[in-house]
T-cell receptor, first 115, second 115 residues
Framework: DTGVSQDPRHKITKRGQNVTFRCDPI?????LYWYRQTLGQGPEFLTY????????KSRLLSDRFSAERPKGSFSTLEIQRTEQGDSAMYLC?????????????FGAGTRLSVL | AQSVTQLGSHVSVSEGALVLLRCNYS??????LFWYVQYPNQGLQLLLKYTTGATLVKGINGFEAEFKKSETSFHLTKPSAHMSDAAEYFC?????????????FGDGTTLTVKP
């Protein structure tokens, strides 16, 4: 069990550029979640996958955001035409089962700074 | 809809003193409740959770929390603070009637432990 890993840990980009983050969940975990955390606030739910199916997207996830989990393993989160308001920590979590009460294991996050 | 309020964004205690971090939730359905800890530059780690059954829940590192439905509270306590407890703590709620696992977090409480 190597834990949830996220890459990169830090990303600095210029406004208008596209960025992509990767999340590798714990092996065999069925569920994968993306959250966004801004300074001084708790994480906010963005989207989640059960295996390769994206089951829910938050209204926070504008059309510029897209997430995939093509083979039910790793996931990517892409932000197109970044804006300064996208600056945040993007957290990924995974859980083993399809139960809502199952423990979510979090990665260390990708910190995005949009200049 | 669910919401979580953590009273006190900063709490400071002396080493060896009681730790009390407050969490109140709002949920139209029975909740699953969680406490997470986040150390700098790390992901969130689950301390404990309440799903059903015994309302006093014990977690890791000597922490415990009590679910009080009448008060819609899930306060986190530890009898004796240790320097290593200094971190940020998040309370979260998931509606029990779904299997989505979509967590709603409070804004966090930063715990400082003075020697």
């Amino acid at each position: 069990d190597t834990g949830v890993s996220q890459d990169p840990r830090h990303k600095i980009t210029k406004r208008g550029q596209n960025v992509t983050f990767r999340c590798d969940p714990i092996s065999e975990h069925n569920r994968l979640y993306w959250y966004r955390q801004t300074l001084g606030q708790g994480p906010e739910f963005l989207t989640y996958f059960q295996n390769e199916a994206q089951l829910e997207k938050s209204r926070l996830l504008s059309d510029r955001f897209s997430a995939e989990r093509p083979k039910g393993s790793f996931s990517t989160l892409e932000i197109q035409r970044t804006e300064q308001g996208d600056s945040a920590m993007y957290l990924c979590a995974s859980s083993l089962s399809a139960s809502g009460s199952d423990i979510q294991y979090f990665g260390a996050g990708t910190r995005l700074s949009v200049l | 809809a669910q919401s979580v309020t953590q009273l006190g964004s900063h709490v400071s205690v002396s080493e060896g003193a009681l730790v009390l971090l407050r969490c109140n939730y709002s949920s139209s359905v029975p909740p699953y409740l969680f406490w997470y800890v986040q150390y700098p530059n790390q992901g969130l780690q689950l301390l404990l959770k309440y799903t059903t059954g015994a309302t006093l829940v014990k977690g890791i590192n000597g922490f415990e929390a009590e679910f009080k439905k009448s008060e819609t509270s899930f306060h986190l306590t530890k009898p004796s603070a240790h320097m290593s407890d200094a971190a940020e703590y998040f309370c979260a709620v998931i509606p029990a009637h779904t299997n989505a696992g979509k967590s709603t977090f409070g804004d966090g409480t930063t715990l400082t432990v003075k020697p």
